[in-house]
């Protein structure tokens, strides 16, 4: 039952084979057992998980049938959840408990999930490999001398691991998408505006993103529809009504025009990803679809512009953690700005006081120009090039991440950890939606193959996901330290 | 050699919307310490602004009363420091795209002319918090009750050149955002500040170095700082000095000014725009529909009521000064009937009244109505000028009724022929030497006479009556 996808355990609910709180049970079971291993979870909710899962199953009885009623899931621990503790991976949010539940937690709740407990990630979201958390590394369940990728890692592992069917991740440069990649998941990030940022704890604002981490297409379907729509408190989040994602699943490939750009087939991809992702465009070529190859000129400054606008907003986002008010504080300060130095140099993790260094040094008078305006003008480059490629194609498809996942501490250089994301931050810098799908494996590891849609082409991108996955059977082939349970 | 001041004014005004700029907390002054904070206000993580759309309109409303460019496309920015009453660690606010643009306003100077003072520009932020460090004897409180409230803040060209110049145009904005009411401008309780840049100059000569003081709350405080600064940057430069480009704080207790210490002033605000708020479009509807509600503005309205009641220059901009004035003269001259009446009775014994009890004209203890009443109780010569005073003193002390007060002590004027002549024979048989003078031709001596009438009679005798009866009975 807990290799299960979404879209099979509410069938399964909804006939009757199982309850919400049997499931739950499991879920919770499992948890027990596996997480010591993987580290996924950094808080579980087991008294208030079953309390909603009977709950769910009592609604149930009443003929409620929403299609996530009584599924468990878990949420990444940037997502604030009312009286239970969120500390987005940091010391200084060690014992922070918010008297609020972000939109994505409430709009989940309402449509009768049942939360599980406060997933793993890099430290305020900051990293590639989720080593950066105070709360300690996390193991890819395919190989747990590997990282599950990051900053979701603690999302994706468990989802992969079989800890629970579907969890929320954010995606700032590529936290989604690739995780999902490093533990053969399906990972989805919308458009910018497309989900509430309200109540997500922000690293860069114009770029944070929330989305789902789940077994296929479909379930990210399903999640999309109870997560995504306008939030007043999010001057951000967009007018625009939400499409049937799970209705539109089914449409044909056939005409579809699916550029390759060039620039992610370029040196550093390795052979084997490259020859799993052609084989999948191939498939999609078998489908109907015609592959077309496209060039995105300024790719290649998109991780330098990233580095300078992520650190920016984190510089100015980050400072609130001054322990005046909530969270860490050091010990009895002498004064004002001893307070504020050693509660942050305390508080934070290296990787965060590098970005927070990074960002107030681009945003300083004399450099604005040279660092942070500049920044500003390739992001509208890039942007301008997927507008300008989607003249001509449907959707882009390619690599989501230039190899499979690496050992822990195998990248102790920051600027090598920072080209992990190539292939997905210019998709932020653009605001556009992409996927991560199972594509193949090299060295028995899975990597995934990255659709991106335009402006709000959500539907599109999951039709396209979907119908790869009725033709592939790579997002259900599990790890070998889950398989067989069931 | 003269010198010549060069002053700009920032003035920041609290506008008077209900909740704060970014979040619905209430903004009502008074409250317990932090009982006006939400998880917005206190920067919980993962809390987001939004927009008060009443603060923009009320910024809008203020420059297009102000003839200015209105920011179609205008951009809210971060303005980053740490301070323990600045929740986030960054202030919103507008760095390149303010809301208002380009505009000026007219001062009165108290010969009566009239300046164009130019204005740069006004954009919104939010105000921080209060760090309290009296109230606690080891350690500073915080109170965040204010942060978050919105301020609109207006800096003007470098266009004025003494400190009552200064004055004259803190006043009127003062004047100006009340008529708008978008804030009670009251510099006592912080919902309007200054800070002034000075510098000086010898006429015709390039720009001075200035200094920029800050932290001045009241009228006269600004008028006493500016001309320090003013004498002292003349000290320094005529003893071969040169002024340092600084920060200074005015201590009114010791009526100086003072560098502020370095660290408070080396900041680095590294401004970006503001990625939580996407920028402001502001279209041509909005415009004209907020343009249609603008009240009538002080200078308007001050050249109507030259050309309606036919006042001074000087009178109608005693009268239009606040629009509380403005409106309770208006009432008054509509009702008795007698503009010019109305205007010496407002703006010499109302005026005097209210500054003898420290009170605002909202607060008068005479109504627009009641002195209306007497007015016209004046013009039917019912009671003399003199008497009416009298009245008014009641009406002040609290009571209501012109009429009544009137009867009730008997202050009617005598007008009847013969009770004014049995007073001026009495008169004239007690004063007999008095009205031989005056038959042998000695004319002042008929003053002395009616007073003594109107003493008899208490003030209540109609005295030109009593005049023209004196000079009858008298004729030689």
Known sequence: ?486 | MEWEAVIGLEVHVQLSTRSKLFSGTSTAFGADPNTQANIYDLAMPGTLPVLNSEALRMAVRFGLAIDAEIGRHSIFDRKNYFYPDLPKGYQTSQLDYPIVGRGSIVINLEDGSEKRIGVTRAHMEEDAGKSLHEEFADGTGIDLNRAGTPLLEIVSDPDLRSAREAVAYLKKMHSIVRYLDISDGDMSQGSMRCDANVSIRRPGAELGTRTEIKNVNSFRFVEKAINFEIRRQQDVLEDGGRIVQETRLYDSVRDETRPMRGKEVANDYRYFPEPDLLPVEIGEDLIEQIRAELPELPDTRKRRFEVEYGLSAYDAGVLTATREMADYFERVAKQCGDAKLAANWVSVELQALLNRENLDMAASPVSADSLADLISRIRDKTISGKIAKTVFEQLAAGSENVDEIIERQGLRQVTDEGEIEKLVDRVIAENAAQAQQFRDGKQQVLGYLVGQAMKFSSGKANPAQVNQLLRDKLKP
């Open chain 1, 1 to 486: 039952m807990l290799n299960l996808t979404v879209t099979e355990l509410s069938a399964e609910l909804s006939r009757g084979a199982i309850s919400s709180v049997e499931l739950t049970r499991a879920c919770l079971d499992r948890i027990g057992a596996l997480n010591p291993q993987f580290n996924s979870f950094i808080t579980i909710c087991e008294e208030s998980a079953l309390a909603a899962a009977d709950a769910a199953d009592v609604a149930r009885a009443d003929g409620d049938e929403r299609p996530l009623l009584g599924i468990p899931l878990a949420h990444k621990d940037i997502f604030c959840t009312r009286g239970i503790r969120t500390t987005c991976g940091s010391r200084m949010l060690q014992d922070f408990q918010p008297p609020y539940d972000a939109t994505v937690v409430e709009k989940l709740q309402q449509a009768g999930t049942v939360m599980l407990g406060k997933t793993n990630m890099d430290e305020f979201a900051m990293g590639s490999s989720n080593e950066t958390s105070f709360f300690g590394k996390v193991g890819n369940p395919f190989d747990t001398g590997r990282v599950p990728g990051g900053s979701s890692g603690g999302s994706a592992a468990a989802v992969a691991a079989g800890l629970c069917p579907m969890a929320t991740g954010t995606d700032t440069g590529g936290s989604i998408r690739q995780p999902a990649s490093f533990c053969g998941i399906t990972g989805f990030k919308p458009s910018y505006g497309r989900v509430s940022r309200w109540g997500m704890i922000a690293f860069a604002s114009s770029l944070d993103q929330a989305g789902t981490l789940t077994r296929s297409a479909a379930d990210a379907a399903l999640m999309m529809q109870a997560m995504a729509g306008l939030d007043p408190r999010d001057s951000t989040s967009v007018d625009r009504p939400v499409e049937d994602y799970t209705g539109e699943l089914g449409s044909s490939l056939a005409g579809l025009r699916v550029g390759v750009p060039r620039p992610h087939f370029a040196k550093g991809l390795s052979p084997g990803v490259e020859k799993g992702v052609r084989a999948a465009l191939a498939e999609l070529e078998r489908a109907g679809a015609s592959l077309i190859d496209i060039d995105l000129p300024n790719n290649h400054l998109s991780v330098p512009a990233y580095y300078v606008v992520a650190p920016a907003e984190a510089s100015a986002n980050l400072s609130r953690y001054d322990g005046v008010r909530y969270g860490y504080r050091c010990e009895d300060p002498a004064d004002l700005e001893d307070l504020y130095t050693r509660t942050r140099s305390e508080g934070f993790g290296d990787e965060v006081k590098r970005r927070i260094l990074v960002g107030t040094y681009a945003l300083s008078a004399g450099y604005y120009d040279a660092y942070y305006r500049k920044a500003q003008r390739i992001r509208r480059l890039i942007r301008q090039d997927f507008i300008s490629a989607f003249e001509q194609v449907d959707v882009i498809a390619g690599p989501t991440s230039p190899h499979v996942a690496f050992p822990h501490g195998a990248k102790a250089d920051p600027v090598e950890m920072y080209l992990e994301d190539i292939f997905t931050i210019a998709v932020n810098l653009a605001g556009l939606p992409g996927i991560s799908i199972p594509a193949g494996f090299e060295e028995g590891m899975p990597f995934g193959l990255q659709i991106i849609g335009p402006d709000f082409g959500e539907a599109r991108i999951l039709n396209v996901a979907h119908q790869f996955q009725q033709l592939t059977d790579w997002h259900k082939r599990l790890p070998v330290s889950t398989a067989g349970e069931s």
